[in-house]
């Protein structure tokens, strides 16, 4: 594990209990956005990277409580509280991963989905690549993230970067595109978006 990681590890661990309280306004506002954004098929293998406490899960399998979903996370103590949260999906699991080293076969998932984390991700060019590792061919990766284009995420950048030990760095549109092409996707689709005054987020989907 990159020395970063383990810094994540033990804040997560810190916060998972209080952290759907704290963070309940902005993860209902940007995942409610990410599910409809991502339009992921009923069919679709899902790989979530980051799930956190399973916000994005619950949202999902109230479409379909049958949609098969894999969600990973650094954070022990949240994926606790996710499997508490959705305890008795047939095809829902969890377990604990990081980004950069996937433990799953080569053309596990039809879909990767990571919201919200990217900025934390300190080899994101080896997260890439382990995400298109683990697609099946075709398969598509959305990712939901803070964007750098946006003034108040560049301030928040800075801040970040001098306070958050955790924190690694949010990217510009161009910036996470030229990623993602480096890494062998093709971007199929994009947007920016905002909530509230502060947030500036970036969506792109993009096929392996």
Not at 1 to 29: C, F, K, V
Not at 83 to 97: C, E, H, I, P, T
Not at 110 to 125: C, G, L, M, Q, R
């Amino acid at each position: 594990m990159h020395p970063h990681e383990s810094t994540i590890q033990e804040q997560y661990n810190r916060l998972a209990h209080i952290y759907d309280w704290r963070w309940g306004r902005y993860t209902s506002n940007t995942l409610s956005f990410f599910k409809a954004w991502a339009e992921i098929p009923i069919s679709a293998v899902v790989l979530d990277i980051a799930c956190g406490t399973g916000e994005l899960e619950r949202l999902l399998l109230n479409d379909d409580p049958n949609r098969a979903i894999v969600g990973v996370d650094i954070s022990e103590q949240m994926l606790a509280q996710a499997r508490q949260k959705l305890s008795g999906y047939a095809n829902l699991s969890f377990q604990q991963a990081i980004a950069s080293q996937l433990p799953f076969p080569d053309q596990s998932f039809d879909i990767v989905v990571s919201a919200n984390a990217f900025h934390y991700f300190p080899e994101p060019e080896m997260a890439l690549k382990e995400i298109k590792r683990v697609l099946k061919p075709q398969g598509s990766v959305v990712i939901l993230d803070w964007c750098k284009d946006f003034l108040l995420c560049r301030v928040c950048d800075w801040i970040l970067k001098r306070l958050d030990s955790a924190y690694q760095q949010c990217y510009t549109e161009s910036e996470l595109h030229d990623l993602l092409n480096d890494a062998g996707f093709h971007i199929a689709r994009v947007q920016r978006v905002r909530f509230d005054v502060v947030w500036g987020l970036m969506a792109v989907s993009a096929v392996s």
